[in-house]
């Protein structure tokens, strides 16, 4: 679906590429991932990260979707639905994906039942996956480094 722009059509409702204030951008960046490392709970953590990561995703496909406003006031686009969304485009790495849905699991574990303390009482299944993500998370960040 295009729209117009003066005589030329374009597919993106804004630049792809934000190169005007891509170093505010990367700074926002680090000081919301800052503040998940300074909250002080794992619940909180965990929400704000579904927070933060679910902004990015929003900030994503509103980049490929011309009239991306209209499915967001949508009561069935849910995170979930972002996240296969853009699983089904395959412009992002799919490890990526993986993250994302998996940090959407455990916040929906402690937003949905105030039972859980800690990541710790979180369902077997999903720790499972976070441990195995976690793990390969801090691999990368170690030969970055």
């Given at each position: 679906m295009d729209s117009k722009?003066?005589?030329?059509?374009t597919v993106f409702t804004i630049s792809m590429f934000d190169f005007?204030?891509?170093e505010d951008n990367n700074s926002k960046s680090w000081k919301n991932f800052e503040r998940i490392l300074k909250t002080g709970d794992d619940r909180s953590k965990t929400i704000l990260a579904g927070i933060i990561i679910e902004h990015y995703l929003d900030r994503l496909l509103s980049l490929l979707f011309v009239d991306?406003?209209?499915l967001?006031?949508?009561?069935?686009?849910?995170?979930?639905?972002k996240i296969s969304l853009l699983k089904s485009l395959r412009i992002i790495p799919h490890?990526?994906?993986?993250?994302?849905d998996c940090v959407r699991k455990v916040r929906n574990e402690f937003a949905h039942n105030f039972e859980i303390?800690?990541?710790n009482n979180i369902s077997k299944r999903i720790k499972?996956?976070?441990t195995s993500?976690?793990?390969k998370t801090q691999n990368l960040i170690r030969t970055l480094n």
């Amino acid at each position: 679906m295009d729209s117009k722009k003066g005589n030329k059509k374009t597919v993106f409702t804004i630049s792809m590429f934000d190169f005007e204030n891509v170093e505010d951008n990367n700074s926002k960046s680090w000081k919301n991932f800052e503040r998940i490392l300074k909250t002080g709970d794992d619940r909180s953590k965990t929400i704000l990260a579904g927070i933060i990561i679910e902004h990015y995703l929003d900030r994503l496909l509103s980049l490929l979707f011309v009239d991306y406003k209209f499915l967001t006031e949508r009561s069935d686009f849910t995170y979930s639905f972002k996240i296969s969304l853009l699983k089904s485009l395959r412009i992002i790495p799919h490890s990526i994906i993986t993250m994302c849905d998996c940090v959407r699991k455990v916040r929906n574990e402690f937003a949905h039942n105030f039972e859980i303390e800690s990541i710790n009482n979180i369902s077997k299944r999903i720790k499972t996956k976070s441990t195995s993500f976690m793990q390969k998370t801090q691999n990368l960040i170690r030969t970055l480094n």
